[in-house]
């Protein structure tokens, strides 16, 4: 059973940084696709980034240029920084793993932004 645990959520002010963390349990974990998604209430999960296991990236392009997806295959952790943060990046972040039969998810990780 793959386990995905996410932190590093919190309220943060407009233009201020967070670095969320997600930790999956389980052995080769570099060879699995990793991303984060969030959900804002009332509105469909998105992608926010994905990682492969070649370390090729991409993103939502709304958080082209102040989002930075990276993976610690050591550590088997991901991570999201997240810089000049706006309001409408307020959500609950989810991290997961993309396996041939699924995808798994944590249990995500609440970040607001707001003054």
């Known amino acids: 059973q793959v386990q995905l645990v996410e932190s590093g959520g919190g309220l943060v002010q407009p233009g201020g940084s967070l670095r969320l963390s997600c930790a999956a349990s389980g052995s080769v974990f570099g060879f699995y696709t990793m991303g984060w998604y969030r959900q804002a209430p009332g509105k469909q999960r998105e992608l926010v980034a994905r990682i492969t296991k070649s370390d090729s990236t991409n993103y939502a392009d709304s958080v082209k240029g102040r989002f930075t997806i990276s993976r610690d295959n050591a550590k088997n952790t991901v991570y999201l920084q997240m810089n000049n943060l706006k309001p409408e990046d307020t959500a609950v972040y989810y991290c997961?793993?993309?396996?041939?039969?699924?995808?798994?998810w944590g249990q995500g990780t609440q970040v607001t932004v707001s003054s």
């Open positions: 997961s793993q993309e396996r041939m039969s699924r995808t798994y």
